[in-house]
């Protein structure tokens, strides 16, 4: 889907340089329709490929008549993101301050000693 709506961007974008307009004024769901009307003519076999060029010329002159029937208004204020709820706390400055000593925490146990390993076993 994702690749579809690129590839549906990029033909408004080259749509929009070829006829000197803005991109953003390129109503996406016209643009899509003409694209997917023109699909089956676009897959002739290879002997007509000046008609294919053609084709996918008028079909960009097609894009660039796709106007949008509202333009969007112009933001007054930005957006903002909520905090998001959760049964957790939220983090502060005492969260980052802790430390831990790793050296009084973990004991290395060597595969080859199985002295140690037995001790770490009594340990657990």
């Given at each position: 889907?994702?690749?579809?709506?690129?590839?549906?961007?990029?033909?408004?974008?080259q749509?929009?340089?070829?006829?000197?307009?803005?991109?953003?004024?390129?109503?996406?769901?016209?643009?899509?329709q003409?694209?997917?009307?023109?699909?089956?003519?676009?897959?002739?076999?290879?002997?007509a490929?000046?008609?294919k060029?053609?084709?996918?010329?008028?079909?960009?002159?097609?894009?660039?008549?796709?106007?949008?029937?509202?333009?969007?208004?112009?933001?007054?204020?930005?957006?903002?993101?909520?905090?998001?709820?959760?049964?957790?706390?939220?983090?502060?400055?005492?969260?980052?301050?802790?430390?831990?000593?790793?050296?009084?925490?973990?004991?290395?146990?060597?595969?080859?000693?199985?002295a140690?390993?037995?001790?770490?076993?009594?340990?657990?």
């Amino acid at each position: 889907m994702l690749i579809m709506y690129n590839l549906v961007r990029l033909l408004i974008r080259q749509a929009a340089e070829k006829h000197n307009k803005d991109p953003r004024l390129i109503s996406f769901l016209d643009a899509l329709q003409h694209i997917i009307e023109a699909a089956p003519l676009m897959t002739v076999d290879d002997s007509a490929h000046s008609q294919k060029r053609n084709l996918f010329w008028y079909l960009l002159q097609v894009i660039a008549d796709c106007d949008i029937d509202r333009p969007r208004r112009h933001r007054i204020n930005p957006r903002v993101v909520k905090v998001k709820m959760s049964k957790f706390k939220r983090k502060n400055k005492l969260h980052k301050s802790e430390k831990r000593n790793l050296e009084q925490e973990l004991k290395i146990v060597w595969a080859n000693s199985t002295a140690t390993m037995r001790e770490a076993m009594s340990m657990a």
